[in-house]
């Protein structure tokens, strides 16, 4: 059989020496975090596997790892005095209203009130909308300097937001929940259902291949 011992045994590692971010076990190919703390957007990863032949044959394939900025330790929550139905269809104002204060890319991450009003959803003035902000060089602004911003442009976002909702609006700043996910968990959810379809069809790939070349 020439898949067999040696030609059988396949040793995966990460191309272009992204092991700052990430790192690979060599004998299963999964990959999992080391550490992408501040960071967010999707990572383009190139793995190799290689048999231990003795004409070693090698394949290659790219692995997308989405880092979800709502994982981030750094999220700050917005209350504003408006109905959630309300601040929902204006979401898209708003965001560009933080932005346009803040200077910095603002992601709203979610947008509830309480279990209740999420049934009756306009049934309170009282709404959340969750942030995270990120500076031009896309490293995540954080936490205390978001609030530091919030407070200082108070007066100018409410004014701003009052046009958009046609009453007189007031923008606090309450603490995240303090389970948010870390960008390690999340990422490694997104690895898990990435490498479940990617790395299986990898190595039917990487079989396929190293059989059809030796014969």
């Known amino acids: 059989d020439p898949d067999s011992g040696d030609n059988g045994l396949l040793l995966y590692s990460l191309v272009n020496n992204q092991a700052n971010e990430f790192d690979i076990d060599e004998n299963t190919g999964q990959i999992f975090t080391v550490s992408v703390a501040g960071k967010a957007g999707t990572f383009y990863l190139e793995v190799q596997a290689e048999d231990q032949g003795t004409r070693r044959l090698t394949a290659r394939t ?3 790892v989405t ?4 994982s981030s330790n750094n999220i700050v ?3 504003l005095n408006q109905k959630i139905n309300v601040v929902e269809r204006n979401i898209a104002a708003v965001k560009r209203v933080l932005e346009g204060k803040l200077a910095w890319n603002v992601y709203i991450i979610d947008v509830y009130s309480s279990e209740f009003e999420r049934k009756a959803r306009s049934s309170t003035d009282v709404t959340h909308v969750k942030i995270t902000a990120f ?6 602004v954080s936490a205390e300097d978001v609030k530091r911003k919030l407070r200082e442009q108070k007066s100018n976002i409410e ?3 009052e046009k958009i909702f046609s009453t007189p609006v007031t923008a606090a700043i ?3 929940p303090a389970d948010s996910a870390t960008p390690e968990l999340v990422a490694t959810i997104v ?4 490498l479940a379809c990617t790395l299986v069809a990898f190595l039917v790939y990487v079989l396929f291949t190293i059989k059809r070349k030796r014969y």
């Open 62 to 64: 790219t692995v997308n």
């Open 67 to 70: 880092v979800d900025p709502s």
């Open 77 to 79: 929550v917005v209350v």
């Open 135 to 140: 500076d031009e060089a896309n490293q995540e």
């Open 159 to 161: 004014i701003e937001l």
């Open 174 to 176: 309450e603490e995240a």
């Open 191 to 194: 690895l898990g259902v990435l």
